[in-house]
């Protein structure tokens, strides 16, 4: 779970993991009230060590929904690299929408 100011503000979690490739995908989701604030950003950080240094992952994934700005801006600004873009890649309340495939590596993540 994540907090701000002493209360629930969203949650960031690891959701599955490949033991053949050593990754893992991260989700997360914030509150409405509280985007804008880096909070996501900086449990990203700590999600990345605990997957890099505890975990021994190699790669970290986020999917991330085209449309969805904040979300794109929070992988693009943690260092990731946009692998490609799954076609109807998730089911929205709205319908089926296209998922930007973010990435990044235990090398690059070192190198930062």
């Known amino acids: 779970m994540l907090r701000y100011q002493n209360r629930p503000a969203g949650m960031i979690s690891f959701n599955g993991f490949d033991e ?21 950003g900086k449990a990203l950080q700590g999600i990345l ?44 309340d709205t319908g089926f929408t296209d998922v930007n495939i973010y990435s990044i590596l235990k090398d690059d993540w070192k190198s930062k």
């Open 20 to 40: 053949l490739s050593h990754s893992s995908d991260v989700g997360y989701w914030l509150n409405t009230a509280d985007t804008g604030k880096g909070i996501v």
């Open 49 to 92: 060590k605990i997957g890099f240094e505890e975990l021994g992952l190699n790669k970290i994934i986020i999917e991330a929904a085209v449309e969805n700005e904040r979300s794109n801006q929070v992988a693009q600004r943690a260092g990731f690299h946009l692998d490609g873009v799954s076609r109807s890649g998730i089911l929205l």
